[in-house]
């Protein structure tokens, strides 16, 4: 099991090497995460939802995915309220219920899926959550050592080195655990370093004589980008584009949802929460949310509607995804009170496209595979909506409930468009930006992880787990 003393320790990033690394050496590998919180989600190819990391999890391992792999997702809906995906589907009565009573229903669902993988796989490698040292979430803890415990699984800790005090977090995560929690324990993990690894002594060792445990791993710093659980994605590669080479600008939207599909843009993507941050544009994009009505407002009061409506004028090219093809169109109904709880009124749109949308209570959750008459290219991706769009005349209608284009913008309900190769170089192409470099598959990018983690670790610790 993968633990850290953080979120954003790189728990993912080290699980999903770990599953290819395993996997190269012939063993059958299932990754694990009882329960995540994130609006990065995806489909399986039986049509139900499970967070993106573990999707990714699983073709490192070059297994297909199964929501027991992810038996609980919860997708924040606001800051105090969040959406419960139990094993692919939404349940509207474990969502109903406080965060405390929730563990008592969803407890024994993890116990079914992780014991289901144990028994199935020659190896299960478990990604913890947060932190385990967040003691006042213990009693209520699906996710952490309560899984280590229930798996009785080695746990390697991991702290990003790079924000700096690795040494006190390991430490002080340490001192939170309990004797039985600390048993666990095989060894610490310094993640992200950069530098020379002479330096580090004493302090390993300094670690070992307080806690008895070793320092197993220094890893370095990888600048191989994956699909990412959260919105640390947005906020780790914040660098600013050259607005005079030209970029293309995502609105930074609160509820953002499955904002990982466009690290194919690398370096070309600039996240923008002000119209001025608009200046330079070539592209813009308005991304997936978990509340689009809201965010719909937002883009109202931050003045981004209306530097996007200027931009689509001048021509520039507008891709809407999912909520935000919702947020581009005429109208918006929410008659079942499905995002807002209670049934509202309709929601004007940007009216970009001739699209009117409403949301029924089942929710479309769907590989996709179709062929995009525009550009001739063979599109796949996934689908996760309750929105349901019809077109008007004003509209060119591509591909019937999926894709639309009217002049120079375009929506679609397809989440991962810009990961396919070619619509990703057409799509820049329209806004005259050339392809960012170093854009490798996602096998390859899962190969490199795999040998730097191994390299980095003493793989005799990882041998004695299994």
């Not at 300094?206 to 640390?232: N, R, S």
Request: glycine content about 10%; some cysteine; charged content about 20%.
């Amino acid at each position: 099991m993968v633990q850290g003393c953080t979120s954003s320790a790189g728990k993912s990033y080290l699980t999903a090497a770990l599953c290819r690394a395993l996997a190269n050496e012939g063993l059958r590998v299932a990754p694990f995460k009882a329960q995540n919180m994130s609006n990065n989600a995806g489909v399986t190819p039986a049509g139900l939802e499970m967070g993106r990391a573990q999707l990714v999890q699983a073709r490192a391992a070059r297994v297909t995915p199964d929501v027991r792999m992810n038996p609980v997702l919860l997708k924040p809906e606001a800051d105090t309220r969040s959406q419960v995906v139990l094993l692919g589907q939404v349940s509207r009565e474990i969502t109903a219920l406080p965060w405390r009573e929730r563990k008592s229903h969803l407890w024994p669902h993890v116990q079914t899926a992780l014991h289901s993988l144990l028994a199935e796989f020659d190896v299960v490698v478990i990604e913890g959550a947060g932190s385990p040292a967040e003691v006042n979430l213990r009693g209520s803890d699906i996710v952490n050592m309560r899984v280590a415990l229930e798996a009785q699984a080695g746990v390697l800790l991991a702290a990003d080195i790079d924000r700096g005090g690795a040494f006190a977090h390991l430490l002080g995560t340490w001192h939170c655990l309990t004797p039985e929690e600390r048993g666990l324990l095989r060894g610490f993990i310094l993640n992200r370093f950069r530098g020379d690894a002479r330096l580090l002594s004493p302090a390993p060792e300094w670690l070992q004589e307080q806690t008895g445990v070793p320092t197993v791993g220094v890893i370095p710093m990888l600048d191989v980008t994956l699909p990412e659980e959260d919105g640390v994605w947005l906020d780790s590669r914040a660098a600013t584009p050259d607005a005079d080479a030209g970029f293309v600008a995502i609105a930074r939207l609160p509820r953002v949802s499955n904002l990982d599909e466009f690290a194919p843009l690398g370096p070309l993507a600039r996240w923008v929460s002000r119209p001025d941050e608009l200046t330079g544009a070539r592209a813009v994009i308005v991304p997936g949310s978990k509340s689009t009505a809201a965010d719909l407002n937002w883009l109202r009061q931050t003045g981004l509607a209306a530097g996007i409506t200027r931009l689509a004028g001048a021509g520039v090219p507008v891709l809407g995804v999912c909520g935000g093809l919702q947020m581009l169109g005429q109208s918006i109904r929410d008659p079942h009170g499905i995002e807002d709880r209670a049934p509202g009124a309709d929601v004007p749109g940007l009216g970009l496209l001739d699209l009117h949308t409403e949301f029924m209570p089942d929710k479309t959750t769907v590989q996709t595979a179709f062929t995009d008459p525009e550009t001739g290219f063979a599109l796949t991706g996934y689908e996760i909506h309750h929105g349901q769009t019809r077109a008007g005349s004003g509209v060119q209608t591509l591909a019937p409930g999926l894709l639309w284009r009217q002049g120079n913008v375009r929506g679609t309900y397809l989440h991962g468009l810009l990961e396919n190769p070619a619509y990703l170089e057409r799509f820049l192409g329209w806004a005259d930006l050339p392809l960012p470099p170093g854009l490798d598959s996602l096998d390859a990018r899962l190969d490199t992880i795999a040998a730097q983690v191994r390299a980095g670790l003493d793989w005799s610790v990882i041998e004695g787990m299994l």
